[in-house]
T-cell receptor
Framework: GENVEQHPSTLSVQEGDSAVIKCTYSDSASNYFPWYKQELGKRPQLIIDIRSNVGEKKDQRIAVTLNKTAKHFSLHITETQPEDSAVYFCAASPTDSSYKLIFGSGTRLLVRP | EAGVAQSPRYKIIEKRQSVAFWCNPISGHATLYWYQQILGQGPKLLIQFQNNGVVDDSQLPKDRFSAERLKGVDSTLKIQPAKLEDSAVYLC?????????????FGQGTRLTVV
């Protein structure tokens, strides 16, 4: 089955700097890759997603890139702000049409003011 | 739009006791998922329903965990008997589950502590 690895486990950046979180997946047939943000004690919330037929997607300060050949995808946050501090999870969805999500282990991002 | 509702928010039980969690998905969402999130880890899928049928329960420890979704709307997840390692947040999620709208929406979760 699908396996998703996520790095780094923790990331500390200065406010205004960029942050990059990387994930790799094992099932080359996976076709949907969402990113979730989870603040302390709150529910995971989708911040951006990408399909396998697209290489990059941007939404204001966040962007996601996908390299299908290498089977990895990355989250890029530019001009980080203290409110970006949270745990970020990547996920991959196998192509069995169930759209179940296999999650990475998470990255704790700390944005220092 | 109302989100995914879960209850209770917190539960503390002793090992070997039983516990049940309830989930009400977003109206119109045919797909419902239960995830287990152990502290410091990503959510792990336990079971997926499509309407009132089970799509995937391969990761559900069936000797102690059970789930049902009667009438294809609300769902309950039960643990009997609980073990210390069941301490986790249990997240319910729902989605429309089709090509144009695969997004899963999560509830607040139930934090279970087994002592």
């Amino acid at each position: 089955g699908e396996n998703v690895e996520q790095h780094p486990s923790t990331l500390s950046v200065q406010e205004g700097d960029s942050a990059v979180i990387k994930c790799t997946y094992s099932d080359s047939a996976s076709n949907y890759f969402p990113w979730y943000k989870q603040e302390l004690g709150k529910r995971p919330q989708l911040i951006i997603d990408i399909r396998s037929n697209v290489g990059e997607k941007k939404d204001q300060r966040i962007a996601v890139t996908l390299n299908k050949t290498a089977k990895h995808f990355s989250l890029h946050i530019t001009e980080t702000q203290p409110e970006d501090s949270a745990v970020y999870f990547c996920a991959a969805s196998p192509t069995d049409s169930s759209y179940k999500l296999i999650f990475g282990s998470g990255t704790r991002l700390l944005v220092r003011p | 739009e109302a989100g995914v509702a879960q209850s209770p928010r917190y539960k503390i039980i002793e090992k070997r006791q039983s516990v049940a969690f309830w989930c009400n998905p977003i109206s119109g969402h045919a797909t419902l998922y239960w995830y287990q999130q152990i502290l410091g880890q990503g959510p792990k899928l336990l079971i997926q329903f499509q309407n009132n049928g089970v799509v995937d329960d391969s990761q559900l420890p069936k000797d102690r965990f059970s789930a049902e979704r009667l009438k294809g709307v609300d769902s309950t997840l039960k643990i009997q008997p609980a073990k210390l390692e069941d301490s986790a947040v249990y997240l319910c999620a729902s989605s429309l589950r089709h090509e144009e709208a695969p997004e899963a929406f999560f509830g607040q979760g139930t934090r279970l502590t087994v002592v």
